[in-house]
């Protein structure tokens, strides 16, 4: 089984300025995808981010970008030039990849336990 | 594509007694999924249906509770006699396997929040 462990509970960080959110997990499985959600106080999940184990390269989506390592199963998100709709609940979640997850995995997600990020103007 | 919907949004009922929720998934979306996220904490994977088949459930969603989706449409998730822990928000998502932008096919509805009195 897979577990995703968000260590933060609450940040904060000023309008335009960085920060970054932590992220461990711990698998056996050697192909899987992880992923940064946002849920906004509106509940809905929206994806911000997601990298493939497989890729030795950062993913990069605008403002939002990752550190994986994946010795060291850390999966760590980093927001610059922050802005007030950044305000939300993050969460890391893990998935195995499809081609190796089996039927009965196919496609689930196992989350962390979210980091609730303030931007302050 | 109108999203996965989710009805009702809040739901409160008194212990003991049975609710039913519903979701409608994105109508090319072959896999759907139900999730339970208590306050504070990340969504709980409950169970996943594959078309109309319930190919898994996880060892959170008791006896009694029951999710189905007949005709590989929309799914209904039904608790019978409720208790205090079941409170939570109970999200839907669905998935296709063709891969649209980063995403992996995953849409996820607004939820449904439950609280039980």
């Known amino acids: 089984a897979q577990t995703v462990t968000q260590s933060q509970p609450e940040m904060s960080v000023q309008e335009a300025e960085t920060v970054t959110l932590s992220c461990t997990y711990d698998?056996?499985?050697?192909?899987?995808?992880l992923f940064w959600y946002k849920q906004p106080p509106s509940r809905q999940m929206i994806l911000v981010i997601r990298?493939?184990?497989?890729?030795?390269q950062n993913a990069t989506e605008n403002r939002f970008s990752v550190n994986f390592q994946k010795a060291a199963k850390s999966f760590s998100l980093k927001i610059s030039d922050s802005q007030l709709g950044d305000t939300a609940m993050y969460f890391c979640?893990?998935?195995?990849?499809?081609?190796?997850?089996?039927?009965?995995?196919?496609?689930?997600?196992?989350f962390g336990q979210g980091t609730i990020l303030t931007v302050h103007p | 594509d109108t999203g996965v919907s989710q009805n009702p949004r809040h739901k409160i009922t008194k212990r003991g007694q049975n609710v039913t929720f519903r979701c409608d998934p994105i109508s090319e979306h072959n896999r759907l999924y139900w999730y339970r996220q208590t306050l504070g904490q990340g969504p709980e994977f409950l169970t996943y249906?594959?078309?109309?088949?319930?190919?898994?459930k996880s060892r959170l969603l008791s006896d009694r509770f029951s999710a189905e989706r007949p005709k590989g449409s929309f799914s209904t998730l039904e608790i019978q006699r409720t208790e205090q822990g079941d409170s939570a928000m109970y999200l839907c998502?669905?998935?296709?396997?063709?891969?649209?932008?980063?995403?992996?096919?995953?849409?996820f509805g607004s939820g449904t929040r439950l609280t039980v009195v």
């Open positions: 979640a893990f998935m195995k990849a499809d081609r190796y997850a089996g039927g009965t995995s196919y496609g689930k997600l196992t």
């Open positions: 698998t056996s499985e050697n192909n899987y995808y």
């Open positions: 998502a669905s998935r296709t396997l063709v891969y649209t932008g980063n995403n992996y096919g995953y849409t």
């Open positions: 990298q493939e184990a497989y890729k030795q």
């Open positions: 249906f594959q078309n109309e088949a319930q190919l898994e």
